[in-house]
């Protein structure tokens, strides 16, 4: 049977272009909602996460303030420069179980430890406790339940290469112990987001008929299970029949048709020397969501801080050492170092690649990077002693107008809870503490003016 | 009697399931998400699902359905004579019971039928396909569902006849029941633990029993992920998927052929030198390659003892360039002696050290034992897996490395009786063999695999009689497994008011 290659578009899929901006220019919009960002500055928010922390040094900007100069590393970044916010000396409080890069990378976006029910084992070979799902919800989730959400998706989760389902692989959270798993693929996300354009408008429009016909039956189906099945699962039930009622209402609304980029011929999204190309698809589809008004609130997981193990950079000419292995050289092997820097750099260079996407897309009264707060972090420093200092954190966009870019700030040992607050409040959620490990309250000085 | 956690099927049951009700094998289940693993094993039994994941369901649901159906009068088994209503409404109560793996009430089989109706008006294969298709993406189909109602919230009340079917097929199986087994259920066989027993040894002795066995032993060892394994081209240019898949399926083979064709002991597990060389495996034995890859082949008994010196194992817990004395130290107290050890603190730097043409492996790792923040744990690893040393990180056995003779002394710390000095990764073979902190592992391990979750407190009892069972028949798994089956925390569950 067929599952993989559905039938090729009469939607030009099969001509790869660089570009959303190409493909937007290319394709009107159709269906019965225009693109939400024109009707106003429209703010999202973005989390983009890359493993292994940084090779400090070569990150680290010279200068201060609106006076400064990027990094080596940073250098792709140089034509968002005026729309960076580099955050340099904040610190992940390591609370909790787990090993390093295990709990870093939930504490990333939760600032809240995993659980220590001792259900999980470390999967990389090299034992350690068990320990469960992480405790809390991540800061995008907190803030939808908080200001609740209008567009058919509440959030949109994309992941390359990211990981199996375990607790050191899944960083965005809808509650505790509710992991929320990451679309990986990118030709399988557009069929979803965007439209199946193997399939004629009257197929299309049979298919939510019936779709809604199955999933009326499922909820039904739950609700009736409910009453059956013990207090303590029954949230597992609840969770399922939130996820059937979310479908069903999207399927209910007139649909949203987006121009979707054009993603090219299908990969395989698992074969790690596609990893380039999948990352950048995924980023192109990501910005067309984001623009067409799928949903306001995304995140993009690069691979897995629990342990980047077994894979190489061949695309970088990287192909002796894996990299976590790498990460974990002494800061005198001046080799791993190069290499390491070449692997940071590559980050940087696929981040500024997803900006474009946003720069290039009109948006209100600029552009989608204008109304955006998009968040770079990682799960730890630096590899090699597993230091939860010097996390590297860089904002872009400028929050629809509530944030002022261009700037290199600097702090000297700052928990990222501050950072965690002042997105809440950037995104209109008032809070003063965020996250089980926050030992402090209120934002980081001087981000938000 | 433990809570009981709602579990969905894991990936390897969703396929075996719709390979045996649809008659389709090609593993649907890698478009729906990934498995949690519980301990070692496989079970969706913590995270619910999100939208992502219930999209994947109806998508496969909807895929799978479609190619089902494509002959769907033929699919139905509707007769010559029968209108296509009756069909239809005899499809829905045969096809719903084996989807659901329990007879449908009288709400559903409305339901359903009204389903039916309601696409039929284009045609039947439509009313068929969306039956079908609904049917895949429904919670009944989707979990283990062993709902047992009483009004005492506190009460521990029996699972009924198909309940425990299901419990049985999916422990010994990874599948759905076949007719013979929904058959009992129908019958009541299933009420007494002699009927269930019964049905245990006959599910045994089938084939599919084959593939629980493999699955339970991969994982136990953590091998199931042998084929993402990556080995530095330089030195071992030969590992590759074809070397990895005949390593996996050797082991496989092994644990299958000692359970349901040989003495079906933990020790011969432990200690058998059997291998089953299949291609480019032979040579890491140095064995000519096996004509019948089904049949096992005796290796050398001073060089190979079971599950823990084949290949697989032994190139799993390797690094990509060198061995590793302690991934294969951490494996044995971990799974095979059940001991839980605490992370290594957050700043050390454990790259393992350079490979050095002029150093033995022990002598590189000795500073974790020479170091005294290092040495409280790595006197419980290190002094297991340097005994592993007699192979490399592919598995071949040498009695050198770099020119240096190999040193593969060891000692078992801190574990019961079976503590002691040993040499060589054969004599540790016999020696866990042997060893009752071993044996208890193995029957917390298969409880785990069979019911998807972690042995609590309150399963105490049950853990009591399936040692003695265990132990009553010299350590003969199947008799672990009839145990298993027929005992309180398999046959009971709480009940929900």
Not at chain 1, 176 to 187: N, Y
Not at chain 1, 395 to 423: C, M, P, S, W
Request: hydrophobic fraction near 40%; glycine fraction near 8%.
């Amino acid at each position: 049977m067929t599952f993989r290659g559905r039938g090729q578009p009469g939607f030009g899929r099969r001509a790869l272009l660089s570009g959303l901006a190409a493909s937007l220019g290319a394709l009107p919009l159709v269906g019965g909602r225009q693109a939400r960002g024109q009707e106003q500055n429209r703010l999202r928010l973005i989390l983009w996460f890359t493993p292994h922390g940084t090779i400090y040094d070569n990150w680290k900007p010279s200068g201060a303030g609106s006076e400064f100069e990027l990094s080596p590393i940073l250098s792709p970044l140089q034509g968002h420069k005026d729309k960076l916010v580099i955050l340099d000396g904040l610190h992940i409080n390591p609370e909790g179980v787990g090993a390093p890069h295990t709990k870093g990378s939930p504490l990333l976006w939760t600032a809240s430890p995993l659980l220590t029910d001792m259900t999980f084992e470390r999967t990389d070979g090299e034992g350690g406790f068990y320990h469960g799902w992480n405790s809390a919800p991540s800061v995008d989730q907190v803030i939808l339940q908080a200001l609740g959400s209008t567009t058919p998706y509440p959030s949109l989760e994309f992941g390359v290469r990211s990981g199996g389902n375990h607790p050191g692989t899944r960083m965005i959270y809808s509650a505790a112990e509710a992991p929320l798993a990451p679309e990986t693929d990118p030709w399988d996300a557009f069929d979803r987001l965007i439209g199946d354009f193997g399939k004629t408008e009257e197929e299309r429009a049979l298919q939510r008929v019936e779709r809604r016909s199955s999933l009326d039956v499922v909820a039904s189906e739950l609700e009736a299970l409910r009453g059956k099945i013990g207090s303590s699962e029954r949230h597992k039930l609840d969770a399922h029949l939130t996820a059937v009622r979310e479908i069903e209402q999207r399927l209910e609304a007139d649909p949203i048709l987006c121009a979707g980029p054009m993603l090219g011929d299908r990969g395989d999204s698992n074969v790690p020397e596609n990893t380039p190309v999948v990352f950048d698809r995924m980023s192109e589809l990501m910005a067309s969501s984001l623009a067409c008004g799928l949903t306001d609130v995304a995140s993009m997981q690069y691979r897995v801080g629990e342990n980047d193990g077994g894979y190489t950079y061949d695309w970088l000419g990287i192909t002796s050492l894996e990299h976590h292995l790498m990460s974990h050289e002494g800061d005198s092997n001046e080799a791993a170092r190069a290499e390491l820097t070449k692997i940071y750099t590559w980050y940087s260079e696929r981040f500024a690649y997803f900006l474009d996407q946003l720069a290039a897309i009109p948006d209100g009264d600029g552009t989608l990077l204008d109304n955006s707060l998009v968040v770079w972090g990682s799960e730890l420093g630096k590899g090699n002693t597993h230091d939860f200092e010097h996390v590297p954190f860089v904002l872009a966009g400028g929050a629809a107008g509530k944030l002022v870019t261009g700037r290199y700030l600097t702090y000297g040992a700052v928990e990222h809870n501050r950072l965690l607050v002042d997105i809440c409040r950037l995104m209109g959620h008032d809070v003063d503490t965020f996250g089980h490990t926050d030992v402090g309250h209120g934002g980081l000085k001087g981000l938000v003016l | 009697m433990a809570e009981a956690p709602l579990r969905r099927l894991t990936r390897k049951q969703f396929d075996n399931t719709v390979r045996d009700l649809l008659g389709i094998a090609d593993e649907p289940s890698l478009r729906i998400p990934q498995d949690e693993k519980i301990s070692a094993f496989y079970s969706n039994a913590i995270a619910p699902v999100n939208r992502l994941a219930v999209e994947q369901f109806a998508d496969v649901a909807d895929d799978l359905a479609t190619v089902a159906t494509a002959d769907a009068q033929a699919f139905a088994s509707c007769q010559p004579a029968e209108d296509e209503v009756a069909c239809a409404a005899r499809f829905v109560e045969e096809f719903g019971l084996r989807a659901f793996r329990r007879p449908l009430d009288s709400d559903e089989l409305e339901r359903y039928g009204a389903l039916f109706t309601e696409y039929a008006a284009t045609s039947f294969a439509d009313g068929i396909r969306r039956v079908v298709a609904t049917m895949l993406q429904s919670p009944h189909f989707l979990y283990h569902l062993d709902i047992v109602q009483s009004a005492d919230e506190s009460a521990v009340a029996a699972l009924d006849g198909y309940q425990l079917a299901s419990r049985l097929s999916y422990a010994l199986w990874q599948t759905m029941p076949d007719a013979d087994l929904f058959a009992a259920a129908a019958a009541g066989e299933l009420a007494t633990p002699e009927g269930l027993r019964e049905q245990a040894e006959r599910l045994l002795a089938d084939d599919r029993a084959a593939d629980a066995i493999a699955s339970f032993h991969l994982q136990w060892l953590g091998l199931d992920t042998i084929l993402q394994l990556d080995k530095d081209d330089a030195l071992f240019p030969e590992f590759d998927a074809s070397l990895a898949e005949a390593m996996q399926r050797e082991t496989a083979r092994f644990a299958d052929h000692v359970i349901r064709r040989g003495d079906g002991k933990l020790t011969t597990l432990l200690s058998a030198p059997l291998g089953f060389p299949e291609g480019p495996l032979a040579e890491i034995y140095g064995v000519s390659a096996t004509a019948n890859p089904e049949e096992p082949v005796m290796l050398d008994p001073t060089q190979r003892a079971g599950l823990l010196t084949q290949a697989a194992f032994l190139s799993t817990h390797a690094h990509a360039d060198q061995t590793s004395p302690v991934r294969r130290g951490i494996v044995i107290r971990k799974n095979l002696l059940c001991t839980n050890l605490p992370d290594p603190p957050a700043d050390v730097d454990n790259t393992p050290p350079e490979p050095d043409p002029n150093a033995t492996t022990r002598q590189r790792f000795a500073a974790h034992t020479g170091d005294p923040a290092c040495a409280g744990c790595h006197q419980l690893i290190d002094p297991i897996g340097l005994g592993f040393e007699n192979y490399d990180a592919l598995g071949r056995f040498r009695v050198e490395e770099n020119g240096a003779p190999v040193d593969a002394s060891g000692e078992l710390t801190m574990a019961g009786a079976s503590s002691g000095a040993f040499n060589g990764a054969v004599e540790l073979a016999h020696q866990l063999a042997e060893s009752p902190e071993v044996r208890a592992c193995v029957s917390s391990q298969w409880f785990r695999f069979a019911l998807g979750r972690l042995e609590r407190e309150p399963d105490a009892c049950s853990m009591q009689r399936l040692n003695q069972d265990f132990a009553a028949a010299d350590y003969d798994v199947r008799a672990l497994l009839l145990s298993l089956v027929t005992s309180d925390a398999f046959r009971y569950r709480k009940a929900v008011p």
